[in-house]
């Protein structure tokens, strides 16, 4: 006799996705909210390890293909160092953090924002992004109630909260980001249920490459510097990939907008010079979370 179960993964993914959406509505935001909180936690760590690791490998490129270039000074970083070890430390006095010290947020709180070992003040970017991981995987079970679609809103919330920061530190945006992200949302839009239509993806990522593709080169020829990095053509590609063609307009507009003025009151502030070259990561990555969120009503109030 067969059995009469479906023993397919897709069919026990079902299975728990209909029982957490039984659950009561404040359950399934209070597991929303955990999960955003420690997915923020682990966020935090690719930020300030990613850059480190591609920079390592970069190197070891270098010295296989050039043994006689001179060798920069080595980092202070252990030799074994990736996403996993080792344990997170503090920075100034490398104490080890215990599994109390490592619960996202309340640790920060409990601890007043310093090491309990040296007191040194610990950077307020840890709980701030776990907080705006949290609060993004909220909006997305908000959004799109509890389903897949959810859960790859979130998956691409928090991919672009991490491409945003690293940009921001480090001015480059990782292929390891972006090009899994230009991927994924090719997969997720295949099938029915994604966010746009298959062709409406493909045609979002070619647009989204080639417009800020012919801007720098636009901004190379008229102002003879390049005015952005090919790191965020693959960032808008990928937004597009996720969200369709129609939507990339509306994704600039914003991140232009936010750029402009984020520059302007860093300058009025002191914070940076005139001249000084933004990265423009971090505002693409807030247009498409925007974007993902509310849809384009700029459309039709400028229309």
Request: glycine share 10%.
């Amino acid at each position: 006799m067969q059995p009469s179960f479906d023993p397919s993964a897709a069919h026990f993914a079902s299975r728990y996705l209909a029982a957490f959406a039984a659950l009561p509505v404040a359950v399934q935001y209070g597991f929303a909210v955990v999960l955003g909180l420690v997915i923020g936690s682990f966020l935090t760590v690719v930020v300030h390890r990613l850059p480190v690791m591609l920079e390592r490998a970069w190197r070891a490129e270098v010295d296989s293909a050039m043994p006689e270039a001179p060798k920069p000074s080595a980092d202070p970083y252990p030799e074994r160092f990736n996403l996993a070890v080792p344990r997170s430390a503090c920075p100034h006095c490398k104490h080890v953090l215990r599994a109390w010290e490592n619960i996202p947020v309340i640790s920060y709180l409990a601890l007043r924002g310093r090491c309990s070992a040296c007191g040194a003040r610990v950077s307020p970017r840890y709980p701030l992004v776990e907080l705006a991981s949290g609060v993004l995987a909220a909006l997305s079970l908000y959004a799109y109630g509890p389903t897949w679609p959810a859960l790859a809103a979130f998956g691409l919330c928090a991919t672009l909260l991490t491409a945003g920061l690293i940009d921001y530190d480090t001015r480059y945006l990782p292929d390891v980001l972006t090009l899994p992200l230009l991927w994924a949302g090719l997969i997720v839009n295949f099938g029915a249920g994604g966010f746009a239509t298959l062709h409406d993806a493909v045609t979002g990522a070619i647009v989204g490459y080639l417009f800020l593709w012919c801007v720098y080169w636009l901004f190379r020829l008229v102002r003879g510097v390049e005015g952005m990095g090919y790191g965020d053509f693959k960032l808008l590609a990928a937004i597009g990939a996720w969200l369709g063609w129609s939507a990339l307009a509306q994704v600039v507009l914003i991140a232009a907008v936010a750029g402009a003025a984020f520059g302007i009151v860093a300058t009025w502030r002191k914070r940076m010079r005139f001249e000084e070259p933004l990265p423009f990561g971090p505002f693409l990555a807030a247009g498409g979370a925007i974007t993902l969120f509310v849809g384009t009503p700029l459309y039709s109030l400028l229309g």
